[in-house]
């Protein structure tokens, strides 16, 4: 059974930091493309930030040089390290997992609140 738990949200004032983990379990994550995505009601879901399993990066233009996502493998683990929160930063923050047999998993979500 795939897994994948998110943890690390939370209220934070702008200009702060918070740390999101994504725990895998089920699938053979150094293979898979990992991804953090958020929405907001009323909105579609949206990519923040991606790593392919050689760890290569990519991110959305609205969280460039404030964002890092990060993997262990040893920890089947995914880190979104967020700084200079914004109140727009404000969100359900989910974790994706994109493995090489093409399937595509979803955590449950975490919130992250930014308070102005």
């Known amino acids: 059974q795939v897994r994948l738990v998110e943890s690390g949200g939370g209220l934070v004032q702008a200009g702060g930091s918070l740390r999101l983990s994504c725990a895998a379990t089920?699938?053979?994550?150094?293979?898979?493309?990992m991804g953090w995505y958020r929405r907001v009601p009323g909105k579609q879901r949206e990519l923040v930030a991606a790593i392919s399993r050689a760890g290569s990066t990519s991110y959305a233009d609205f969280v460039k040089g404030r964002f890092t996502i990060s993997r262990d493998n040893a920890k089947n683990t995914v880190y979104l390290q967020m700084d200079s929160l914004k109140p727009d930063d404000t969100a359900v923050y989910y974790c994706?997992?994109?493995?090489?047999?093409?399937?595509?998993?979803w955590g449950q979500g975490t919130q992250v609140t930014v308070s102005s």
């Open positions: 089920g699938i053979i994550f150094s293979s898979s493309t």
């Open positions: 994706n997992a994109k493995t090489v047999y093409y399937n595509d998993y």
